[in-house]
């Protein structure tokens, strides 16, 4: 998106000129968020913007779960949100890669991020390289040590990886040698500082003091889990071995020993965010990184007395002039402010109000003096205070100024003067330090009992609008200025929320639908100055209930983040208790309808049992149509009259507007029509119509495999209508299946929609179970037929030729004649009175049994049926001797043949199997002669090589 694009939305009607920004943070919930948000939060309000903070924690845990506040990153609009501000603690459990996926989901925001460098996002970061190589150069320089452990950071981290690098080249540039036994790992966690004390000194067994004389880690996390590890074996610190952390965070300050670190600078960064964020959003120049300066605080674990004390004992220079000029008062000033604006982020004060306070000192030892100083120091101690900032850092800045001022009080009047002012100034601190911390008491201890009379008050509430009105109370007795409050409309898909309460706590009266990522509706969102919110999410045992903006008024996170759990929490149980209430309600008005409902309910009951009796009689009526038609059309003689029987029947029958059967042609890829009802069917078949494969009703239900209706064809953006049924509504397709082969698809259509049902599926269905076996069946019976007409043919062939054979072999014989109790043979055919034909197998007429009549006693028709009887056993037998002398004929042959090959086997002599050869073939079937030649010779001349057999003539 170009940057035109990005504010453009800033001019749109009905929206503030104002620009709100927002802040991506794991949450507000320990020193090190609430300083980098507090710096943000200041430049917000100096620079006039709004803000808002997105508390959705770390992006995934470090099990790699997404956790619930993770959906606060997904309410980010351009309709609310004019900037971002990414922190780079809320990436902290993610991969390189993911991480900068994670940035690139708001390319269409201005960005900046703070503590990870992505490619075209300006990234702010504490120089932590110079920190780091100024703590390690205070340890090799300042206490001489040259054996200096290191913790590492997460590997890959930018932050942890310039302190790591800061660590090998101070070593470096004091010429000692690196050495990775003194190294361990760490994740920024404070085991991992107990678990590098347990590898040095247990795995590895270095010696304390001897082989490691001091300790950096690469925050003060890991070493104030390294400093517990060390004091629990009974190394002491600095004594035996020095400790240095990073972050300077604040459970450092009060541990014995202090401990000496390097201040992260999170509201520095924060405030420099602010300042590039803006410029980028007025579209000028930024560099695409700016690094915070540090600046090691130094305290006893290390080994130091604490500098404060050094310094406010130091002597002024002598080799300063003993007179002053205005000249060199300014210039004083000067020098004295380029030392104390180091002091602004501790101390929470501008460089102008920390000028002011230099004013008013020098006024105070001007001639007439102007008294001042005090009331002006006491105003900026209140702020610092108020600003959660470092009461004791003023301590630094008494003493810069005594150092700077000092050797121009020659005179003694001004010097008591000002050693009175400074006194009176250290006074006045330690007074301001014991009311700070005894406010803070006092506040975390009012906090504590406020919070438990707000929760309880919020505990007793029993409705949802008697809590949206109490609420806005609870919350203003812990010094919030207000909050708003919304629903999720679906908690499953937290993608709507609804209106519960506003920031100013009047009632909300419209309860509009409105999208989750705008946060507020339009009338809500904009206050009548500048506003700055933090958002959080509500949820309960892992389940979404809507989101709370808080507007900003303490600067304590933890407040916020306790209300939000507290909320949470009474927020469930009133939803439940809602949701039981409206189930109660929905109850007793469904008894209150119930006898109303009775008698509506009966006369439904009575015409839904009409309807299913209906349903049934006309189910009973297609099973048994379907039982009566699969019965028909199984006597079926052949597939053409099987396919139109079907057809036929099952439009006749179930009363469909037309049917059809459709065949798989594969030489066109398509499916070919085979038989149609009626003259329509008959039309379309003669046209040759088919249907592509895979297309349209039939042509998905014969590729699929599965059965297709279409209750309205007329809704299929693909169907397009038959021009002999036009009038087609509803379209059923179902497969032919013989096991997994579909054989052809069955097709009926009607003219309504909506009259073909799931019923005419299913029957169909077991319809067409039935119909496949038929057509097995009938393909299997036409086969079968075929085949056994081709036997048929093929035995008559045989048996005509067996027959003529033997009628060759006894052609002088006519047949056999029985006559006063002899048998003779006829060598001519007789003539008697009565004859009955002797066919054999096919029909075949191979003689007559004749008898010759008693003139006076002609034959009875049961002597005629005797005689046709004996008929046929004379045939029967007659065929099975000419069989059995076909058998013993084919026998005798195989067997000349195999011992034919047999004496020919037994020679390896070409002449010799030749001579066996003819010699076998005329002893065995006695042939006149025999040739045997080889190779290609003239017919007319025998070959040279021509045996023949002696005493023989003639040939074979």
């Known amino acids: 998106m170009r940057e035109s694009e990005k504010m453009a939305h800033l001019s749109r009607p009905g929206r503030s000129n104002r620009p709100t920004l927002g802040l991506f943070t794991y949450g507000l919930i320990d020193t090190v968020s609430e300083t980098v948000w507090q710096g943000i939060e200041d430049a917000a309000r100096e620079h006039d913007v709004n803000l808002v903070c997105y508390c959705g924690g770390s992006v995934d845990d470090a099990t790699g779960v997404s956790l619930p506040a993770n959906i606060l990153y997904d309410f980010v609009s351009t309709e609310r949100i004019d900037g971002l501000i990414i922190w780079a603690a809320v990436v ?78 101070a070593l470096a540039a004091h010429g000692l040698a690196f050495d990775p036994e003194l190294v361990t790992p760490g994740d920024n966690q404070r085991v991992d500082g107990v678990n590098a004390v347990k590898t040095l000194f247990d795995e590895r067994r270095l010696r304390p003091g001897v082989d490691v004389e001091a300790l950096v880690a690469a925050n003060d996390n890991m070493a104030l889990g390294a400093l517990e590890a060390l004091q629990a074996r009974g190394i002491r610190v600095p004594e035996d071995v020095a400790l240095v952390g990073f972050d300077d965070a604040e459970e450092g300050r009060f541990t014995f020993p202090p401990l000496t670190s390097v201040p992260w600078g999170g509201y520095a960064q924060g ?182 009379t707000v929760t309880q008050t919020l505990m007793a509430v029993s409705e949802l609008n008697e809590f949206a009105a109490v609420l806005p109370q609870q919350v203003a007795s812990l010094g919030l200025p207000g909050c708003s409050l919304a629903l999720f409309e679906a908690p499953e898909k937290p993608v709507n929320a609804r209106l519960l309460m506003t920031w100013d706590g009047a009632p909300v009266r419209e309860t509009t639908v409105f999208p989750a990522r705008w946060l507020l509706p339009d009338a809500a969102w904009h206050p009548a100055g500048r506003f700055s919110r933090i958002l959080e999410v509500l949820h309960a045992r892992g389940t979404w209930l809507g989101y709370v903006l808080f507007e900003v008024g303490p600067r304590r996170g933890s407040i916020y983040t306790t209300l939000r759990d507290q909320i949470s929490n009474v927020l469930r149980g009133l939803l439940l208790v809602e949701e039981a209430r409206r189930a109660q309600t929905a109850l007793q008005k469904a008894y209150a309808e119930v006898e109303q409902q009775v008698a509506i309910r009966t006369a439904e009951l009575q015409h839904e049992i009409a309807a299913r009796e209906s349903l049934y009689e006309r189910r009973a009526h297609q099973v048994l149509t379907s039982t009566l038609i699969s019965q028909e059309i199984a006597a079926a003689p052949t597939l053409d009259e099987l396919y139109r029987r079907v057809v036929t029947l099952i439009k006749e029958r179930f009363g469909y507007d037309h049917a059809q059967i459709f065949r798989y042609d594969p030489q066109v890829y398509a499916l070919r029509l085979v038989v149609g009802y009626g003259e329509v069917g008959q039309k379309m078949l003669a046209e040759g119509h088919q249907l592509e494969l895979g297309v349209g009703v039939v042509g998905t239900a014969a590729e699929t495999g599965v059965p297709i209706l279409a209750t309205d064809v007329t809704q299929d953006r693909d169907w397009r209508p038959t021009p002999h049924l036009p009038e087609t509504r509803g ?47 009938t393909r299997l019976r036409e086969e079968m037929e075929a085949r056994l007409q081709t036997l048929n043919m093929v035995q008559e062939s045989l048996s005509r030729e067996g027959w003529e054979v033997l009628r060759a072999q006894h052609r002088g014989l006519k047949g056999y004649a029985y006559d006063r109790g002899v048998v003779y043979p006829l060598t001519q055919t007789p003539a008697p009175n009565y004859t009955v034909p002797v066919a054999v197998a096919g029909g075949q007429v191979v003689g007559r049994l004749g008898v010759q009549e008693d003139p006076t006693r002609p034959l009875t028709p049961e002597e005629r049926a005797l005689l046709a009887a004996i008929s046929e056993q004379v045939a029967e037998a007659l065929d099975r001797a000419r069989l059995f002398e076909d058998t013993r004929r084919s026998a005798a042959r195989d067997q000349i043949i195999s011992e034919l090959s047999a004496q020919m086997r037994a020679s390896l002599d070409i002449d010799q199997v030749l001579q066996t050869a003819v010699r076998e073939l005329v002893g065995a079937l006695n042939f006149a002669r025999v040739e045997v030649r080889l190779g290609v010779g003239s017919a007319e001349a025998p070959p040279a090589d021509e045996t023949q057999i002696p005493g023989k003539e003639g040939g074979a």
């Open 731 to 777: 379209e059923l397709a179902v497969p032919i299946k013989w096991r997994d082969q579909v054989l052809g698809i069955l097709d009926v259509q009607s003219n309504r929609a909506g009259a073909l049902t799931l019923d005419d599926q299913l029957v169909l269905e077991q319809l067409c179970g039935q119909i496949a076996i038929a057509i097995e069946n």
């Open 271 to 452: 405030r420099q965010a602010v300042e590039t964020l803006l410029a980028l959003m007025a579209h000028e120049e930024v560099p695409p990184l700016t690094r915070v300066p540090t600046e090691l605080i130094v305290r006893e674990s290390c080994g130091c007395v604490i500098p404060d004390i050094v310094q406010a004992a130091e002597s002024p220079d002598v080799r300063l002039p003993r007179s002053r000029t205005n000249t060199d008062m300014a210039e004083v000033r000067r020098e004295i402010l380029t030392e104390l604006v180091r002091l602004v982020p501790s101390l929470r004060v501008t460089e102008t109000q920390l000028g002011e306070w230099v004013d008013a000192f020098m006024a105070e030892l001007a001639v007439p003096p102007t008294p001042g100083f005090l009331s002006v120091m006491q105003a900026l101690l209140r702020q610092t205070i108020n600003a959660g900032g470092d009461v004791n850092a003023w301590h630094n800045a008494v003493s810069i100024l005594r150092r700077r001022f000092l050797p121009y009080l020659r005179e003694a009047a001004p010097r008591s003067h000002a050693e009175n002012l400074w006194q009176q100034a250290r006074a006045l601190l330690g007074h301001a330090t014991y009311q700070a911390q005894a406010r803070q008491t006092w506040m975390a201890t009012n906090q504590v009992t406020l919070m438990r």
């Open 92 to 169: 902290h459990f993610l991969d390189l890669e993911a991480a900068q996926a994670f940035y690139r989901r708001y390319a269409d925001y201005p960005v900046v991020s703070i503590g990870f460098q992505v490619e075209g996002i300006p990234t702010i970061m504490v120089d932590n390289y110079a920190g780091m190589y100024n703590a390690v150069n205070h340890l090799l320089e300042v206490h001489g040590y040259s054996r200096i452990a290191f913790i590492r950071g997460p590997a890959g981290h930018d932050e942890a990886e310039e302190r790591y690098r800061a660590y090998q080249e």
